[in-house]
């Protein structure tokens, strides 16, 4: 099926010019509309209509498709968005993604009138893309990114998976587990890619059952850490891909008995406000960046939203850096 994008390289012109084909020709040079128009008859190219008429109206409103607010990252870049969007004059209404059925939350969102949308629910080779980017709606990914590029914002997971990996290997750890949400997301396939790529290059062997990949929730994690401690193989540290699953992780270990870092090192990702805690101090991973990444999503969403001229896509990958702290030592 044939896109927006496809349209604007045949015809010539940029995406935001067929948008406004689409939604208000009358703006529009008569001779780039009939080249536009040709274009679109020859990729047998049909718009979203429920999108366009929706486009076709501002409501001042977006939509963000966030993760559920277990994970306290979610929590915090919701509340930059929504902030940041408010003081712009835009109201945000918030959705939670389905793993399960996350079509119906992209039908339902669509339903909406909304001008634009931020969305960090969206999969590698998630289908959606092409109906998100021919209704001709602005959307932004932030924290995930598609396979076929677009507008996002994300760190380097890879590179990241690599830091953790790395500095477990450096504190004597040769039996490394990663615990990580469905590897369908860009985010979780890249931490995993990232840790695995350093085990090989210090030519030590990954044993499968180290890898545990859960919904991300308390009670998965939970059952990931059970199916570690009944290894024969067991692990000695554990990468878990989000601050969220290493707090999981610390909590349940402390409560069988057992001490961090003595008996397991953890290292998590994201920085949230809660590992610097006194009583908690996960080491983790960051990214290098003068504002929160949900600042990046909002400000180019908005731009994409108001600006008439050709429109720069925003391809954003922030570098990782190590933060250590007390949750992660020496193997004994």
Not at 97 to 113: A, F, I, M, R
Not at 117 to 136: H, N, T, V, W
Not at 141 to 150: I, K, L, P, S
Request: net charge neutral; hydrophobic share 40%; proline share 4%.
């Amino acid at each position: 099926m044939a896109s927006s994008k496809d349209v604007a390289k045949t015809a010539g012109v940029s995406q935001s010019t067929v948008s406004r084909v689409l939604n208000d020709p009358s703006k529009v040079n008569p001779e780039t509309v009939a080249n536009v128009q040709k274009a679109m008859k020859s990729l047998n190219y049909r718009p979203n209509l429920i999108a366009r008429s929706l486009k076709q109206r501002k409501t001042k409103s977006i939509a963000l498709i966030t993760g559920h607010l277990h994970n306290p990252f979610f929590v915090d870049t919701t509340m930059e968005i929504v902030e940041y969007a408010k003081q712009q004059g835009y109201h945000t209404l918030v959705y939670f993604e389905d793993q399960g059925d996350n079509l119906s939350v992209y039908e339902e969102v669509l339903k909406q009138q909304v001008d634009g949308i931020i969305l960090s629910s969206i999969f590698f080779e998630d289908p959606i893309y092409k109906e998100l980017e021919a209704s001709g709606v602005p959307f932004v990914m932030f924290n995930r990114r598609h396979q076929a590029g677009g507008n996002f914002v994300e760190t380097d997971n890879e590179k990241a998976g690599i830091l953790a990996a790395n500095h477990l290997l450096k504190l004597g750890h040769t039996k490394i587990a990663w615990i990580g949400g469905r590897t369908f997301a860009s985010t979780f396939q890249g931490r995993l890619e990232g840790y695995k790529k350093a085990m090989q290059a210090t030519n030590h062997q990954v044993d499968p059952e180290w890898i545990k990949e859960t919904d991300t929730t308390e009670a998965s994690v939970r059952e990931a850490v059970d199916s570690l401690l009944l290894l024969d193989n067991k692990p000695t540290a554990i990468f878990a891909a989000t601050d969220s699953m290493a707090l999981f992780c610390q909590n349940y270990l402390m409560k069988m008995g057992y001490t961090i870092p003595d008996n397991f090192s953890i290292c998590g990702m994201d920085n949230i406000d809660i590992t610097a805690h006194a009583g908690i101090q996960m080491t983790t991973i960051t990214h290098e960046s003068k504002k929160p990444m949900g600042l990046y999503a909002i400000e180019h969403l908005i731009y994409m939203m108001e600006e008439e001229k050709q429109i720069k896509e925003m391809a954003l990958t922030l570098q990782p850096t190590l933060i250590i702290r007390n949750t992660t030592g020496p193997k004994r």
